[in-house]
C-alpha cells in the first residue's frame, strides 16, 4: 500500500466524488475506480459502496478514514517539522477571504511578507461565502464575523467593532437619530443576511428588525449604498474607517453602540501541529494590525479630535 493510496482514498472520502478526487491525481475515472478497487483489495474489505451516480464510506471504510487520516497527519507533521529544522517556513499557502478585507488589510501587506519569506507561494480567493476548508484544500481562512462552532482551530488577529453611520448628504436631508426607535423615522440600507441589527442600551441588548428602503446581498453594496446617501448602515470599522476620518460618513448614534460586534480571525484546518508557513502568516499579519488594530486607533483618534 503506497501513501499516495491513503491520500487518494481520504480526498475520494472528503469530496464523495471518485472522479473529481482522480482528476486532482491526474487519473481519469476508469483508472481511479482501478485504484480504487486495489486499495480495497490490499486491505482487504471494501471501503466504499457506489453506484453510478453516488459513492458512500460503507462501515469498513469509515473506521479506515479514521485511522488513515491519522496517519497522514503524523506522516505530515513529521515531514513539516524535518523541514523546518533545516530550513524558513516553505510552502504554497491557500488563503480565504472576503473582497473588502482582503484587497484593503492584507494585499497591501503580500509584497513585504513575500520579500521575509520568499519560499512560501500564496492563492487567495476574495469571496464572502464561507468555503469549507478540509473539503476545498484551504490552508488559511480570514474572517471578519463570530465564528460558528466547528473542529476548525482559529486565532484572533484584530478587533473588529461596528457603528452605525451615513453619509453628511443623508443626514443633512433626513437627520440623526438619536435611539433605536427613531430606526422606523429613517432609511435603512438593508443586506440580506443581516435583517435584524442590536444595540446596546444600557445593560440590555436591543434588538432591531430593519425595514429596508433599499436591500442587497453583499457588504460591499451596502458601503456604497451609503456613501451615495441612500441611507443608514452598520459596518466594521475595519471597513469605514478612513470614511470615518475623512468625513465621508459619519457615525451616528453613539450612546446606543452597535453590540455583537465581531473580531477578525485566522482560521485553519484541525491538528496537533501547525505548519510554520501558516503561522508565519498569522503572526506577520497581527505585527502589521497592532494591538489595538490601526484602524481603530486612526478612527478613535479622529473622532476624540472631531468633539
Avoid at 66 to 90: C, F, K, Q, V, Y
Avoid at 200 to 208: D, F, L, P
Avoid at 257 to 266: E, F, M
Wanted: some cysteine.
Amino acid at each position: 500500500m503506497r501513501l499516495d493510496d491513503l491520500r487518494f482514498f481520504v480526498r475520494v472520502a472528503t469530496l464523495a466524488n471518485l472522479s473529481a478526487a482522480g482528476r486532482e491525481f491526474g487519473l481519469s475515472p476508469s483508472a481511479a475506480s482501478a485504484r480504487l478497487v486495489t486499495l480495497e483489495k490490499s486491505v482487504g474489505s471494501q471501503l466504499m459502496s457506489r453506484t453510478t451516480r453516488s459513492i458512500a464510506l460503507t462501515e469498513a471504510g469509515q473506521v479506515f478514514k479514521g485511522h488513515a487520516e491519522a496517519a497522514l497527519n503524523e506522516i505530515d507533521t513529521a515531514i513539516d517539522r524535518m523541514d523546518e529544522t533545516a530550513s524558513e517556513p516553505r510552502g504554497h499557502l491557500k488563503i480565504s477571504c472576503n473582497m473588502f478585507f482582503g484587497r484593503k488589510h492584507i494585499l497591501p501587506f503580500l509584497n513585504e511578507f513575500t520579500e521575509r519569506y520568499p519560499k512560501i507561494t500564496l492563492e487567495m480567493s476574495f469571496s464572502d461565502r464561507l468555503v469549507d476548508m478540509i473539503k476545498e484544500g484551504y490552508d488559511l481562512a480570514i474572517r471578519a464575523a463570530k465564528l460558528p462552532d466547528s473542529t476548525l482551530r482559529a486565532r484572533k488577529l484584530a478587533g473588529n467593532p461596528r457603528v452605525l453611520c451615513a453619509s453628511p448628504e443623508y443626514l443633512a436631508r433626513k437627520g440623526s437619530p438619536t435611539c433605536p426607535a427613531d430606526l422606523k423615522k429613517h432609511d435603512c440600507i438593508g443586506v440580506s443576511f443581516m435583517p435584524t441589527w442590536y444595540f446596546q442600551g444600557g445593560n440590555k441588548e436591543i434588538s432591531c428588525s430593519i425595514e429596508s428602503s433599499i436591500t442587497g446581498d453583499t457588504g460591499d453594496y451596502a458601503y456604497d449604498a451609503a456613501l451615495h446617501g441612500l441611507g443608514l448602515t452598520v459596518k466594521s470599522v475595519a471597513h469605514v474607517w478612513e470614511d470615518l476620518r475623512d468625513g465621508r460618513l459619519v457615525e451616528v448614534m453613539t450612546d446606543y453602540p452597535v453590540a455583537r460586534s465581531g473580531d477578525v480571525w485566522a482560521v485553519y484546518p484541525p491538528g496537533n501541529y501547525t505548519p510554520s508557513k501558516i503561522t508565519a502568516l498569522i503572526d506577520f499579519l497581527r505585527e502589521k494590525y497592532g494591538s489595538p488594530p490601526y484602524w481603530e486607533t486612526d478612527y478613535r483618534t479622529a473622532s476624540t479630535q472631531s468633539k
